[in-house]
C-alpha cells in the first residue's frame, strides 16, 4: 500500500499569508523526499527535495522541513500569492536501488486574493 | 520549446477501441516515464524507460504496450480500452535513472465511454 499520505486534503489561506501543507510517510528506509507542484490542467513541476540526512532546505519563497523521529515532511510557502494555488504532492524514495518515487495524495492548496 | 510535449491532449473513444499516446523530449534526457492521475489525483508509474530500454514495468494490464523507438520518445498503446481506463495520462523525463528532478508533460485527459 502506500506509505505516503497527507494530514490535509484541502487548505484555504489568503494572499500574504505563510502556508504549510504536511505530509506524512511511514518508511523509515526511505531517504529522499520531494515536492511537487501541480496547477490546474498541467503537469506536476518540482518544487525542492530533500535527502534525509538533512532537517531542513531552503528555496525561493519555499522551505521543506523533515522530522525523521516521527516521520514527517511539511512544505512552507512564504507570503502565499494566488499563483501558489495548485495540488501540492509530497514523493519519497525508499533507496536500496529503487529510484522511483512513491507519490502521496496531494493537497489542494487554495490562495484567496 | 516545449520541453515533454505530448499528444493529444483530450482523448475521447469507445470502449473496446485501440488508442496511442505520443511523448517526446527535448530536453538531451535519458529517462522517460509514463504515469497514470486517477480521478483523486493519485500519481501512479506505469513504465520508465532508459535509453530506449523498459526498465521499470508496474503491474499494468498488458493491454498497455509502451514503445520507445529513440531516447526522445516514449509513446504508449492501449489496446481494448475500458472504462477503468480513463484517467489523465502523464509523460515525464529526466536526465538518467535516480533524478528525481522530473519534468512532466501536460497530460493526455483519456475518457472512456
Known amino acids: 500500500g502506500e506509505s505516503v499520505g497527507l494530514h490535509l486534503p484541502t487548505l484555504s489561506v489568503q494572499e500574504g499569508d505563510n502556508s504549510i501543507i504536511n505530509c506524512a510517510y511511514s518508511n523509515s528506509a526511505s531517504d529522499y523526499f520531494i515536492w511537487y507542484k501541480q496547477e490546474s490542467g498541467k503537469g506536476p513541476q518540482f518544487i525542492i527535495d530533500?535527502?534525509?540526512?538533512?532537517d531542513k532546505r531552503q528555496g525561493q519563497r519555499v522551505t521543506v522541513l523533515l522530522n525523521k523521529t516521527v516521520k514527517h515532511l511539511s512544505l512552507q510557502i512564504a507570503a502565499t500569492q494566488p499563483g501558489d494555488s495548485a495540488v501540492y504532492f509530497c514523493a519519497e524514495n525508499i533507496g536500496g536501488g529503487s529510484y522511483i518515487p512513491t507519490f502521496g495524495r496531494g493537497t489542494s492548496l487554495i490562495v484567496h486574493p | 520549446d516545449t520541453a515533454v510535449s505530448q499528444t493529444p491532449k483530450y482523448l475521447v473513444t469507445q470502449m473496446g477501441n485501440d488508442k496511442s499516446i505520443k511523448c517526446e523530449q527535448n530536453l538531451g534526457h535519458d529517462t522517460m516515464y509514463w504515469y497514470k492521475q486517477d480521478s483523486k489525483k493519485f500519481l501512479k508509474i506505469m513504465f520508465s524507460?532508459?535509453?530506449?530500454?523498459?526498465?521499470i514495468n508496474e503491474t499494468v494490464p498488458n493491454r498497455f504496450s509502451p514503445k520507445s523507438p529513440d531516447k526522445a520518445h516514449l509513446n504508449l498503446h492501449i489496446n481494448s480500452l475500458e472504462l477503468g481506463d480513463s484517467a489523465v495520462y502523464f509523460c515525464a523525463s529526466s536526465q538518467e535513472p535516480g533524478d528525481y528532478g522530473y519534468t512532466f508533460g501536460s497530460g493526455t485527459r483519456l475518457t472512456v465511454v
Open positions: 524507460y532508459n535509453n530506449k530500454e523498459l526498465i
Open positions: 530533500i535527502r534525509s540526512n538533512m
